[in-house]
């Protein structure tokens, strides 16, 4: 509480503290309420103390990764086979981009998308697939640039990334991003 003259003051009430005893206990089996000690503790641990117990648990979470790896990755590819600088995007931007692409062609600009449409995992052997084709990798984000480290580890050092994100709800135009191409190509 603020006092007339500005110096904050304290109020204090006192407090009542009902008997423990004295209060109604409602059944909510919907609610975490521990063991209250009618039964062993139910730990729950990814800790294995033998090695050849651990290495045999990380096997087979190696394995699960490789199959969801195998069915579960998405991706939409357009325009790479002979482009001049690959744009990677997903979401909003990844339409936006198609558009740019469009305004590119008009003046003899080749851009090609990788969509990502899942990001986890991530679709790195279509990054493989045409790092050797494009000059260079632009990674078009409404982000802080939290794809371009995987298009990064994706492309391994075979051409140059680049980035060009908005945050905060601002869209980037087509027009901006078509100046970013044109700035890449033009270095």
Known sequence: MIMGDGIL???MEAVEFKDVENIEKIDK???TTGTQMKREHNTVTSIYIQPEVLEKHNQKLQTKYRLIEEKETLVE??????ADIIVTAFGTVARIVKNVIKMAQKEGIKVGLIRPITLWPFPVKEFEKYADVPKAFLS????AGQMVEDVKMAVNGKK???FHGRMGGMIPTQ???LEKIKEILNK
């Open 160 to 162: 140059p990334v680049y």
């Open 175 to 177: 027009k901006e991003i």
């Open 77 to 82: 590819t357009y325009n790479c086979e002979d």
């Open 140 to 143: 078009v984000e409404l982000n």
């Open 9 to 11: 003051g304290q109020m």
């Open 29 to 31: 089996p919907w609610a």
